[in-house]
């Protein structure tokens, strides 16, 4: 019997002892950070990974994570300022200012486990800082424009919503690390207001384009046809110019070859005169027999009929009232 109660004694003695170690030791990993906290009152921070004791069942441990942290914010309507800079840079304030949509997230990582606790602690940390970046983008975008937000200074704002932010964060034991806007739009009520006054810009763009090309091609077609004008008159006179040398030339030949054999050229011209007078088959020439015209017809050499006939008949005389013979040449 003494040997079975010892046997339950020394059990019950190594379940204790194992239930105090376990309750004594604990593990800090390496993405996480270790608060220890005694009676509600915290007594020491563990950054360390490693094996840590604690005093059993009076000392608790509360695990912290130390990696960078991600917290989103929910889409919300912005009012963006409406002023604009004229040419001379002064700013001039418009009546009404933008309303935007903005989407953004925050990434954080908390670096004072002990501030931390006392302040958020890990169930308020997200709402928290939730609050804290929609105060940041309300306060950044509400200076700047619509334009801004979108393409001019995106980098900018989010590097000024990162410092205030982290500015706001830092008596929470919490260290901002990056602040990114990740989608600005226009509510949906003005949206289609938007687009509308977009393509009647375009519209407005793409007419007064055509005007200027209309006027271009007009500039360009009225230069072509006065430099067409120009050169056809310089063309022209050109032509006149060498036509009139060409006749020049030709009636100095003429008279050349009229000085060097006049009987020749009287004929040759004699047979160009034939060859249009009759080029045609319904011509009809009404001539006298005695015509010059056809003084190559009765001789050869060309000489008058009248001096031929006068030679084979010196003393043949017309009879008075005699019509004059005529000759009829058809082809």
Do not use: C, W
């Amino acid at each position: 019997m003494k040997p079975t109660l010892a046997g339950g004694a020394l059990a019950i003695v190594l379940l204790i002892v194992l239930i105090v170690g376990y309750s004594t030791l604990f593990t800090v990993s390496q993405t996480k950070q270790a608060l220890v906290v005694r009676l509600g009152q915290p007594v020491r921070v563990i950054t360390e990974p490693g094996l840590s004791v604690k005093i059993p069942f009076i000392d608790s441990v509360i695990y912290i994570d130390k990696r960078i942290l991600n917290i989103e914010s929910p889409a919300q309507e912005v009012i963006a300022s409406s002023q604009e800079k004229s040419s001379a840079g002064v700013a001039r304030a418009v009546q009404a200012g933008e309303r935007l949509v903005v989407d953004a997230f925050a990434r954080y990582r908390i670096t004072d486990p002990l501030k931390f606790y006392q302040t958020v602690g890990p169930d308020g940390a997200s709402s928290q800082l939730s609050n804290l970046l929609n105060s940041a983008l309300r306060r950044v975008l509400g200076a700047a424009t619509l334009a801004d937000a979108v393409r001019n200074r995106r980098e900018d704002l989010m590097a000024q919503m990162r410092d205030q932010l982290d500015r706001d964060a830092q008596p929470f034991g919490i260290q901002v690390v990056d602040v990114r806007i990740r989608r600005v739009d226009l509510p949906e009520q003005n949206s289609q207001a938007v687009y509308q006054r977009m393509q009647t810009e375009r519209q407005r763009e793409a007419a007064e384009f055509r005007a200027q090309g209309s006027q271009k091609s007009q500039e360009i077609r009225a230069r072509a046809d006065r430099d067409v004008t120009v050169l056809l008159a310089e063309a022209t006179s050109q032509a006149e110019n060498i036509r009139g040398q060409g006749d020049s030339e030709r009636n100095r030949i003429f008279a050349e070859a009229y000085g060097k054999d006049t009987d020749f050229f009287s004929f040759y011209r004699t047979m160009q005169a034939y060859e249009r007078s009759m080029q045609h088959n319904d011509t009809h020439l009404v001539l006298r027999p005695d015509s010059d015209f056809f003084r190559f017809f009765g001789n050869p050499s060309g000489k008058g009929q009248s001096e031929g006939a006068a030679a084979a008949a010196p003393g043949a005389a017309a009879a008075p009232g005699a019509n004059p013979p005529r000759a009829n040449a058809n082809r």
